[in-house]
Structures are given as structure tokens and as C-alpha cells.
């Protein structure tokens, strides 16, 4: 099905570790967007792609890096996990910005 | 900073019952408010989008309404189904890239 695609779906990691989540949209969107969801707090944007070629901070970027691939695909990466990491996060993307957002399905992160 | 506030946090009703949830917005100054559903381990999906210059949308069995002088929107959802138990989310979209989304209430709708 058409849609945002995130992987993993989940994953465990130890306090250090780096790793990279992948997203990706066959819905010829322009914009990209990684936030994170926690318990009793709302999405907050770690970063977005308003287009290919560009990145910009969201409200809670620190710890975390981007990078737009293509037009497709926007990863988020941690360099050096911490607990505070621990969240859901979801990709999302959209052709217009501030409507037609399409979500993924959210990657589980735990740092120990 | 546009503050987003959904009270209650959780609800459960009965089945058949309507189901009202608020969202609070700090900041009038928005370009349109959205509500979302969200199933457990799944993403978000988009029931609802009221323009700034709109008083109510409506699709189906809900009805949005927006009071954008005293930062207030409420999800109506007439005739409550088991199907409804969800998380809904409302966020408002402050004329960039960005949305301030609320916490959420989690519905249980009981059969």
C-alpha cells in the first residue's frame, strides 16, 4: 500500500550505541518530517525536509542528525544514544505544509 | 510558545453514547487545527481540518468545531461504536512546517 514506510519497527539499544532510523514515502510528497512521541506529552518535531535538498530544526533537535536522501527517503540518526532517547518516533510527510499529512507507523526505541 | 491542552486525558462511555473531547490552544494566531486517530502501535491518521477562518467541519459521525478567539476546538462523535476506542490527538498548524499537537485523550468505548 501507498504510505510512509519507517524500519525498524522496533529496537534496543545501549547507552552509546549509534544506529539509524530510515523512513520512506511513495507519494511524490515534498516535505518530511521525524518527531517523537513520549507518555502524556504530545509529537514534538526533531526535524524536517521542507524539500530535497534541505533539513531544518524542529523544537527538540539536540542528540539527533538528518539527512534527506533523495526525494523519497529522510533518516534520523543517533550519534550516541542516551535513556532520554527512549520514545516512539514517527516519520510523517505531506505535499503542502500544514496539511495532508501522511503518518508511518512508528519505530519503539529503548536505550538501557 | 503555542501551548496545546486536551482535557480529559482518558474517557469511557458506554456504547451509543456521544462523545465530546476538547482541545485548548494558547496562541489564536493558527492557521488551521487538526484532529488525528491513533490505534495502539500505529500511526497517525487524519479524521478532521477546520481553516482559521472556519467555525465547524464535519464528516460522517464527527463534528469539529473551532473557536479560534478563545483557543478552544471540540470533537463531537455522535453514536459511539467499540470501533471508536482510540487515542484522538488535535494539533494546530502555526503557518510554517510545524504542528504543536496535544497529548491526547485515549477513548474506550464500551460495548
Known amino acids: 500500500n501507498a504510505g510512509v514506510t519507517q524500519t525498524p519497527k522496533f529496537q534496543v539499544l545501549k547507552t552509546g550505541q549509534s544506529m539509524t532510523l530510515q523512513c520512506a514515502q511513495d507519494?511524490?510528497?515534498?516535505?518530511m518530517y521525524w518527531y517523537r512521541q513520549d507518555p502524556g506529552m504530545g509529537l514534538r518535531l526533531i526535524y524536517y525536509?521542507?524539500?530535497?535538498?534541505?533539513?531544518d530544526k524542529g523544537e527538540v533537535p539536540n542528540g539527533y542528525n538528518v539527512s534527506r536522501l533523495n526525494k523519497r527517503e529522510f533518516s534520523l540518526r543517533l550519534e550516541s544514544a542516551a535513556p532520554s532517547q527512549t520514545s516512539v518516533y514517527f516519520c510523517a510527510s505531506n505535499t503542502r505544509k500544514g496539511y495532508g499529512y501522511t503518518f508511518g507507523s512508528g519505530t519503539r526505541l529503548t536505550v538501557v | 510558545k503555542q501551548e496545546v491542552t486536551q482535557i480529559p486525558a482518558a474517557l469511557s462511555v458506554p456504547e451509543g453514547e456521544n462523545l465530546v473531547l476538547n482541545c485548548s490552544f494558547t496562541?489564536?494566531?493558527?492557521?488551521?487545527l487538526q484532529w488525528f486517530r491513533q490505534d495502539p502501535g500505529k500511526g497517525l491518521t487524519s479524521l478532521l481540518l477546520i481553516q482559521s477562518s472556519q467555525r465547524e467541519q464535519t464528516s460522517g459521525r464527527l463534528n469539529a468545531s473551532l473557536d479560534k478567539s478563545s483557543g478552544r476546538s471540540t470533537l463531537y462523535i455522535a453514536a459511539s461504536q467499540p470501533g471508536d476506542s482510540a487515542t484522538y490527538l488535535c494539533a494546530v498548524h502555526l503557518g510554517d512546517y510545524k504542528l504543536s499537537f496535544g497529548a491526547g485523550t485515549t477513548v474506550t468505548v464500551r460495548a
Open positions: 507519494m511524490n510528497h515534498n516535505s
Open positions: 525536509s521542507a524539500s530535497e535538498g534541505t533539513t
Open positions: 496562541d489564536s494566531a493558527i492557521y488551521n
